[in-house]
């Protein structure tokens, strides 16, 4: 099943996806999978949606969000919702935000 | 034992007891306001939020607010403006002119003096009835415990990620609410720490900050690489100020006062401007207020903060393959303009601050996300040398490196200290920004 979601990014990132700060997905779950989560989601947006090289401003150990980005589910803080383990939802929007420490 | 040391033993001793009691507060609670005060705090009195016990709450409390910058200019601006009745200020730096934008305590005849004096000399011309206590000092872990205690609420007004978790830890030991903002760019962020509920006086189910951010950041961008609008960082020191005075004010009409809002990002290119995030609670496995903290009064000054936020180099290094702006400009005097190309790696909007006018502009990321034209690569491959310069010389470090490794052996070379040192060493009348 096809999940069509809303991908946003603050603090920077947005560099990383050709300026992008909003992408409206279609998300397929790979062959074995009945649905595609976080996980799945933060490796289609490295594979097939970065445009910038620098992939450990992104991801680290692999595929996995580098500290200092805060994952928000519909506004709310992914450890709410079982991190990359959450199942994505049709119309969910999720917000990588890299914390700021300017000021 | 003589009558001297007996003297100083009992001072000693006397000292103990008095730090020992909890302040005298009958007066204080119950002294009307002065004349001038029903009329200097009367518009806000005139607020049911805060009300006239509001604000001599208000005037009985003490605000700590760690760096006096973009954050804390506006934040001590309102603060002192509300009436707090002691405002602390930490900060070890001076002023400057680049300051001078956002940080609105400051006019052009402060530059150089101390930010902590600066500050102060301003904030009591407009308001002399408040205890200001200045720290002229980056705040560590040796003296942290001892300038925080006391305070009634802290505003973490910094901009690195050690004095972040420095505070963070400091605050959730002590008991005091924090409120910590940042800023860059077009975006700011806000986080009500330590308080769940304003009325509260202890955390109840808040998370600190290492709660939040359990690991330091891998990658952090500074003011003064990425940029700052003034108002983008003013608002978040406004914000800070409010949540002070709600989180002092709401012991008067705790009925008023609810959940505090855990996060706040505020995205002024959003069409979204403001957004509040649901935060994560008090971690278990914190290492400060979990259930076996490693991270105590007692150890506190033990926690070595700089170990733990080391930012690794994300930059490559590269030894050879340089070249530094004197050799540069005698390039530029002695080789022919078609022996060489002079290539700029700077974003936009830096390359339209300034440029060198012999330069070729090809920003880093299209290097990087392999944009380059057939054109601009046959350009970079030719006969000619290719010097690469950018604001300070770590982006052209970096394209540098892409080069050599995407278009194999070519002429090029990196030009160190970059733009700046260029206007430093060779040409004042060159910009730096």
Redesign the interface.
Known sequence: MTVPLTVEFSGGLEILFGGERTLNITLRPSDKQASSTIADLVKYLCDERMTDKRKELFVIEEYHVRPGILVLINDADWELEGEEEYVIQSGDQILFASTLHGG | MSRRAEIERQIVKLERELSSLPPDQDHAVNAELSLTEYTRYGRQMLVRELGKRGQILLRKSSVLVV?A????CPALLYLSGAGIGKLGIVDHDVVSLSNLPRQTLYSVSAIGMLKVDAAISELRRRNSEIEYVAYPFALTSDEALRVVDGYDVVL??????MS?YLLGDVTRILNIPLIS?????T???LLVLNRSQYASTGPGDAPCYRC??P?????????SD?G?LGPV?GTAGLLQALEAIKIIAAAAHPELYGATPG?L?F?S??DRPF??????RRQSSCKTCGDNPSITKRTFNEYNYTEFCHISE?YPVVTSDTITVSELESVFKNAESDQYYLIDVRDSTQFEICSLANSIHIPL?IF???KLTGEQIAMLKDERMNYIICRYGNDSRTAVKWITENLGATQTYNVTGGLAAWSRKIDPEFPEY
């Open positions: 760096g910058g973009g954050l804390g973490d007004c910094t901009d690195t990620p972040r903002a940042s800023a860059l760019r975006e700011a962020q939040v951010f690991t330091p950041p891998s990658h952090v961008d500074a003011c990425a700052i960082v996060m990002l995205n290119m959003s957004r509040t995030i649901r935060t994560r994300t990321h990087l996300s392999e």
